[in-house]
């Protein structure tokens, strides 16, 4: 990121998947200053990623022409984005009037996944695709073979409870198939079929 502008980090203290668009607004919320890369201002805060951007933008009172989110450990496709902190973030950022970009990836496939940053970055700016809306949901396959503008598919993971111990239960899931698993315009299609999915989101 640092090569298309100065950068400023506000990440989550520890893991936040799954926590969708919550804030926190109970309590107080616990967020410091912390030594990152050179060049790079750096926050790390006690909370959701929906909150790291309300505090880069409006508790550090700054304007910025871009937010990006993730690159998250595990792809946030069809339906089930709707969960996603990393997708969360730039509808944060939407809501406070900025564009942005969530990134994800397969686990394991993260470093994999950052090298393909200016590729992805300059197909959105290129096309213009910021002048037709604010936010894109981007997934990176483990194995690129292409790039394509999609919608949303259908649900990604099955949906189920599994009783553990006395009251504890554990929500538990596997893939799914897509409904239509021949259209590579599906965001749940094309990263199996080793495409960089670019999703707008409104």
Same mark, same amino acid.
């Given at each position: #990121?640092?090569?298309?502008?100065?950068?400023?980090?506000?990440?989550?203290?520890?893991?936040?998947?799954?926590?969708?668009? #919550?804030?926190?607004f109970v309590?107080?919320?616990?967020?410091?200053?912390?030594?990152?890369?050179?060049?790079?201002?750096?926050?790390?805060?006690? %909370?959701?990623?929906?909150?790291?951007?309300?505090?880069?933008?409006?508790?550090?009172?700054?304007? &910025?022409? +871009?937010? +990006?989110?993730?690159?998250?450990?595990?792809?946030?496709?069809?339906?089930d984005l709707?969960?996603?902190?990393?997708?969360?973030?730039?509808?944060?950022? #939407?809501?406070?009037?900025?564009?942005?970009?969530?990134? %994800?990836?397969?686990?394991? %496939?993260?470093?994999?996944?950052?090298?393909?940053?200016?590729?992805? &970055?300059?197909?959105?700016?290129?096309?213009?695709?910021?002048?037709?809306?604010?936010? &894109?949901?981007?997934?990176?396959?483990?194995?690129?073979?292409?790039?394509?503008?999609?919608?949303?598919?259908?649900?990604?993971?099955?949906?189920?409870?599994?009783?553990?111990?006395? /009251?504890?239960?554990?929500q538990v899931?596997?893939?799914?198939?897509?409904?239509?698993?021949? /259209?590579?315009?599906?965001?749940?299609?094309?990263?199996?079929?080793?495409?960089?999915?670019?999703?707008?989101?409104?």
């Open positions: #990121a640092k090569t298309i502008g100065d950068v400023t980090v506000v990440a989550p203290k520890v893991e936040q998947s799954g926590m969708s668009h #919550a804030i926190q309590k107080p919320i616990e967020i410091k200053q912390v030594p990152f890369m050179d060049g790079v201002e750096a926050w790390q805060m006690d %909370s959701t990623p929906a909150d790291c951007v309300r505090f880069g933008i409006v508790g550090l009172k700054r304007e &910025y022409d +871009l937010v +990006l989110s993730g690159i998250n450990r595990g792809v946030n496709v069809g339906v709707v969960y996603s902190g990393t997708v969360a973030a730039i509808f944060e950022a #939407a809501r406070l009037g900025t564009k942005g970009i969530a990134f %994800s990836t397969f686990p394991h %496939s993260q470093e994999y996944a950052a090298a393909y940053f200016d590729e992805v &970055y300059h197909f959105i700016t290129d096309n213009g695709l910021f002048d037709k809306n604010s936010i &894109y949901n981007v997934n990176i396959p483990d194995k690129v073979e292409g790039m394509h503008l999609t919608y949303q598919g259908s649900p990604y993971f099955s949906d189920d409870f599994e009783k553990c111990e006395g /009251d504890m239960y554990l899931g596997h893939k799914i198939d897509d409904v239509c698993p021949e /259209d590579i315009k599906r965001d749940t299609v094309a990263i199996h079929k080793n495409c960089i999915s670019v999703t707008p989101l409104h």
